[in-house]
T-cell receptor
C-alpha cells in the first residue's frame, strides 16, 4: 500500500530556530505539493514541484521559507528563522501529472508549534 | 479566478440521518471535482471524484454528481455513522492548469455524528 510519508509528525521549537520537514512521495509520482493548514486560513498551497523542479512557490513567504527536492524520493521544506505565526500543520502530497487520474495523495502531516 | 464554496459547519447529525454538504464552484470550462475527507489527526484522503459533467462519483456510501448547469458538486450519504465524523473538503482541479493537477480547496465542513 503506497503512501506519502512525512517526518517529523510533531515538532515543537522556539522562535528563531530552523525547522526542516521531510516528505517521501509515492514511488513513481512526479509531482509534489506542500500545503499549510491553519484554522484561520484553511489549506494553503505553498509550493509545487514537477519532476523535482519547482514550478510554483508563489504561496510561500520567500524570506524565510525554502523548498527543495534533492532527489526523487525526498522533498524538504525549511523555515529559517521560524516565527510563532508559522505554527500550523504542514502537508505534503504527491501525484502523477498528465495521468488520466489527477489525484493528489496526502501524507499525515507535520504539526509545527513555534513558541 | 477559480474557487470553491462549501457550506459552513459544523454539521451535527444523529446516526442514520441523511447527509448533504453543499459545494459550488467557479471555474472556466470543465474542471475535475473532488471530495476529500480528513479524519482527526490525519491527512486528507480522496473520498470521490468526477471529471466530467453528469458524472457521479461514489465511495463508502457517499456520492456526488457533477452538475455543470448549477456549478455544483454536493456530497450526500443516505445514512451516516459515527465513524463518518470528520472534515470534508470540496476541491477542483482547473481545466487549464498548465499540465499539473493543482487543487483548489473549499474551506472545509466539519461533520459530527452522534449516536
Amino acid at each position: 500500500d503506497a503512501r506519502v510519508t512525512q517526518t517529523p509528525r510533531d515538532k515543537v521549537t522556539e522562535m528563531g530556530q530552523e525547522v526542516t520537514m521531510r516528505c517521501q512521495p509515492i514511488l513513481g509520482h512526479n509531482t509534489v505539493f506542500w500545503y499549510r493548514q491553519t484554522m484561520k486560513q484553511g489549506l494553503e498551497l505553498l509550493a509545487y514541484f514537477r519532476n523535482r523542479a519547482p514550478l510554483d512557490d508563489s504561496g510561500m513567504p520567500k524570506d524565510r521559507f525554502s523548498a527543495e527536492m534533492p532527489d526523487a524520493t525526498l522533498a524538504t521544506l525549511k523555515i529559517q528563522p521560524s516565527e510563532p505565526r508559522d505554527s500550523a500543520v504542514y502537508f505534503c502530497a504527491s501525484g502523477l501529472a498528465g495521468a488520466s487520474t489527477d489525484t493528489q495523495y496526502f501524507g499525515p502531516g507535520t504539526r509545527l508549534t513555534v513558541l | 479566478g477559480d474557487s470553491v464554496t462549501q457550506m459552513e459547519g459544523p454539521v451535527t447529525l444523529s446516526e442514520e440521518a441523511f447527509l448533504t454538504i453543499n459545494c459550488t464552484y467557479t471555474a472556466t470550462g470543465y474542471p475535475s471535482l473532488f471530495w476529500y475527507v480528513q479524519y482527526p489527526g490525519e491527512g486528507l484522503q480522496l473520498l470521490l471524484k468526477a471529471t466530467k459533467a453528469d458524472d457521479k462519483g461514489s465511495n463508502k456510501g457517499f456520492e456526488a454528481t457533477y452538475r455543470k448547469e448549477t456549478t455544483s458538486f454536493h456530497l450526500e450519504k443516505g445514512s451516516v455513522q459515527v465513524s463518518d465524523s470528520a472534515v470534508y473538503f470540496c476541491a477542483l482541479t482547473p481545466m487549464f492548469s498548465g499540465g499539473y493537477n493543482k487543487l483548489i480547496f473549499g474551506a472545509g465542513t466539519r461533520l459530527a455524528v452522534h449516536p
